[in-house]
């Protein structure tokens, strides 16, 4: 898996009102787009496994997997309608050291 040293952004912090970006979201989907390697992604239908390191127990799992999903598309050229698996995970991690691990491989569907 790939680790990246972020804290994860909540969908709730990522749009003003229905279609614009905020701010926020735009600097984090800056910041995670020059971090993440160059990748090679199989043909085919996807799976994709993250792990969320989140400093505040009460984050929710599912909540920032859209807008990470939505910049991994946007690094690595695919569509998020071939992602057919998902494997989530969320640990408690100490403030400051927040992350996101992830993987992207062929789905075995």
Known sequence: MIGLKIKPLSVNKAWKGR??????YKAYE???????????IPDGDLHVSIEFGFS???????????????????????NDSRICEYSLKKKKTIKGADYIMFDIKEAKT
């Open 19 to 24: 279609r614009y970006k905020t701010d926020e």
């Open 30 to 40: 800056k910041s995670v787009l020059l971090m993440l390697p160059n990748l090679d």
């Open 56 to 78: 505040n127990k009460a984050s929710d799992l599912d909540n920032p997997v859209k807008l990470f999903v939505d910049i991994l598309q946007k690094k690595y050229g695919f």
